[in-house]
C-alpha cells in the first residue's frame, strides 16, 4: 500500500528550529516532485516547499524561503524540511505529499511566543 508517513513535529519556542521527515513507500515515485504543504486552523491548505526525487530542484512559499529547507535522501526513500528561525505563523499540521494523488497524515508543528 502507498503510504506517505511524516514524524518530526512538536511544540517550539520561536526562532528555534524543527526538522520534519517523510518516509515514502509502496511505490516508485521517481516520477513525482516531493512536496510539503501546512494547514493552520481555519485556513486553506498551502504550499510550503518541493523538490525534486532527484534532488535536481527545489522552490519555497516566499513565506518560508530562506528559512526552510527541503531535501531528499533517495538510499532511504525519505523526504526532509529543516525549518529554522521558526515564527508563530508558522504553527500548522505539515503534510508530506506527491501532489496531486499522495498525502501523508500530517504531523503538528506548534511555535510558541
Known amino acids: 500500500q502507498v503510504q506517505l508517513v511524516e514524524s518530526g513535529g512538536g511544540l517550539v519556542q520561536a526562532g528555534g528550529s524543527l526538522r520534519l521527515s517523510c518516509v515514502a513507500s509502496g511505490r516508485s515515485f521517481s516520477n513525482y516532485a516531493m512536496a510539503w504543504f501546512r494547514q493552520a486552523p481555519g485556513k486553506e491548505r498551502e504550499f510550503v516547499a518541493r523538490?525534486?526525487?532527484?534532488?535536481?530542484?527545489?522552490y519555497y512559499a516566499d513565506s518560508v524561503r530562506g528559512r526552510f529547507t527541503i531535501s531528499s535522501d533517495n538510499a532511504k526513500n525519505m523526504v526532509y524540511l529543516q525549518m529554522n528561525s521558526l515564527k508563530p505563523e508558522d504553527t500548522a499540521v505539515y503534510y508530506c505529499a506527491a501532489p496531486p494523488r499522495y498525502w501523508g497524515q500530517g504531523t503538528q508543528v506548534t511555535v510558541s511566543s
Open positions: 523538490i525534486s526525487w532527484s534532488g535536481g530542484s527545489t
